[in-house]
């Protein structure tokens, strides 16, 4: 009887499972652990295994990584719960036989093993195949051909591609999978197309190397290497490949390749990359949302003390009233520019200059408004720092957002406070541009998302983009920005550039 290993934590899967695949006449061993199964699967040798991905010490990934270890051919079917696709895809790199999700269906849970249980028969039949394969490139006689053709046709029937060449690189075989994935017929590449026009350029020549090699799987062998293959109309695909050489007594006769097509993996991974691109898509758009109901909200108290004044004809109303339209159409135009200046693709115009003059008109810019908070405004400036390759506009926008920032770190009647600026040029390590400030200071929750698109702890005053574009522009250059923090002390953000 089939012997079948079930992995699971949850005592009432594995139960289910044993009672279900018992009926199906396996001879069921349990295991509520990684360790445990891996110890059940040393001493049974099951041919399936059956494991649990998210389980507590060891998961079902390092289960299936070290059972492939052992036998690379035995069959390992995951199971995985809801939203755990990537682990998923991650099992199937590592060669798991098939996937099924939870709660397990007797559907899927028999088409999984009726799909492991056809491999490990072909797999069976195509080693005695390979075995005997020496003797079919070398004999040719109608007689041996016969004899072969039963062998053959289990080779067309794999799922996988399986192509041979000889020694000189001509094709030899070449079956239905191999047809899938490059698209040539059978009659259109045997004894017509030369190995190396199924890779692109150079590629076969540095396989074949490989195979001869040590790194991949010992000499003479090379196993799971990730590359892409060239079809018939010059189209890449994503394969697996493993190769073997076949040799008569020390004499190299062919070389044997079993491709794995990976474009359902590869498939599933864009997917993958797709809907959290949604999902971050629909965040923005919330937060996009959010502001503007915000600003459209002063926008009709505004409107409303507008209609009040005229009707009661109240010109003071009616200015208020209008101030605060005003107020808010310039807070809308601001987080436009804003959202477009962060969507933006064109690169930075890098030029040369000088990074004290531009920290010099920041400050000039804001030392109005800071004088009227009373906010020290203080410069730190390295003399030695020379002119650097920079987009002057770019490095202006980041020091503002950060000078604007600084200053609203402080409540609107802050006296004694500070914010000081300064450059300094670390050698190797890059040029420093600092905004420190004594104002409020963050907690650790905030400050760890500051950076974060459309977070802003000021409500409709804020836009939350200003730090988001200052990264953006911060990464441009190749640079990074750190922020520290302490709650009432202050803050103090750095720009490391590159030199
Ligand atoms: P906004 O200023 O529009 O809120 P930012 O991206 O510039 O958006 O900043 C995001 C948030 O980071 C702010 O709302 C604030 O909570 C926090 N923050 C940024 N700079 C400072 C600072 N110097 N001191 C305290 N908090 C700050
Ligand atoms: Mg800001």
């Known amino acids: 009887m089939k012997k079948l290993l079930v992995i699971d934590d949850e005592a009432s899967t594995r139960d289910l499972l044993k009672l279900s695949l018992e009926m199906e006449g396996y001879t069921v061993f349990v ?21 649990d991905i998210k389980m507590p010490g060891m998961d079902g990934i390092e ?27 991650e099992a199937l790199k590592l060669e798991a036989s098939d996937f099924i999700s939870k709660p397990v269906s007797d559907e899927s849970l028999n088409i999984a093993l009726r799909r492991a249980e056809e491999k490990i028969w072909l797999r069976n039949r195509l080693r005695e195949y390979t075995e005997d394969l020496e003797r079919l490139v070398k004999e040719t006689s109608e007689e041996l051909v016969k004899r072969h053709e039963l062998e053959h046709n289990l080779i067309q029937s794999s799922m996988d591609g399986i192509i041979a060449n000889d020694r000189q690189g001509n094709i030899i075989i070449f079956n239905e999978g191999a047809e899938r994935i490059h698209g040539y017929t059978q009659e259109e590449a045997v004894s017509k197309i030369h190995v190396t026009q199924l890779y692109p350029e150079g590629q076969a020549r540095q396989i074949k ?7 991949y799987g010992g000499p003479g062998r090379l196993i799971n290497y990730s590359v892409e293959v060239l079809t018939n109309t010059g189209k890449l695909v994503p394969i697996l490949l493993s190769a073997t050489i076949i040799d008569d007594k020390g004499e190299e006769v062919a070389t044997v390749g079993h491709f794995k097509d ?3 993996v590869k498939r599933l991974e864009e997917e993958l990359v797709t809907s959290e691109r949604m999902v971050a898509v629909g965040q923005t758009t919330a937060g996009i949302a959010h502001g503007v109901k915000n600003i459209l909200h002063g926008m009709k108290l ?6 009040t004044g005229f009707d009661k004809e109240k010109p003071e109303s009616i200015r208020k009233g209008w101030d605060l339209v005003r107020k808010n159409i310039n807070r809308i135009s601001k987080m436009t520019k804003e959202m477009l200046s962060l969507a933006s693709t064109t690169p930075p115009a890098f030029e040369v200059c000088s990074l004290n003059e531009i920290v010099e008109e920041v400050c000039e810019l804001m030392a109005e408004e800071a004088n009227r908070r ?16 920079v987009d002057p506009d770019g490095i202006h926008t980041c020091l503002l957002n950060l000078v604007t920032n600084a200053i609203e770190a402080f409540p609107e009647d802050a006296s004694g ?3 000081t600026v300064s450059s300094r040029d670390e050698g190797g390590a890059g040029v420093h541009l600092q905004v420190r400030d004594t104002g409020q200071g963050m907690s650790e929750e905030i400050r760890e998302r500051v950076l974060e698109n459309l977070f802003t702890t000021k409500g409709a005053r804020g836009t939350g983009l200003g730090l988001a574009i200052t990264q953006k522009i911060v990464h441009e250059h190749g640079g990074t920005i750190q922020v520290e923090s ?3 002390k202050g803050s103090c953000f750095t720009i490391i550039l590159p030199e």
């Not at 509520?32 to 099951?46: C, H, Q, S, T």
């Not at 990584?65 to 895809?89: N, Y």
């Not at 190397?209 to 790194?215: A, D, F, Q, R, V």
């Not at 009373?374 to 390759?389: A, F, H």
């Open 31 to 51: 295991a509520e652990d990684g360790p445990k199964g891996l110890e059940i699967f040393a001493r049974e040798n099951p041919s399936v295994v059956l494991t």
């Open 63 to 89: 289960v299936l990584r070290r059972i492939k270890e052992q036998s690379p051919d035995a069959e390992v079917i995951v199971i995985t719960g809801h939203g755990e696709m990537t682990l998923a895809i």
């Open 209 to 215: 190397k490989m195979i001869y090699g040590n790194e």
């Open 262 to 264: 990976m474009r359902e």
């Open 302 to 307: 505004g409107a409303f003390m507008i209609d």
């Open 374 to 389: 009373g906010i020290r405004l203080v410069l730190e400036l390295d003399p030695s720092l020379t002119q650097v390759t």
């Open 417 to 419: 406070g500070q914010v």
């Open 486 to 488: 302490e709650p009432k």
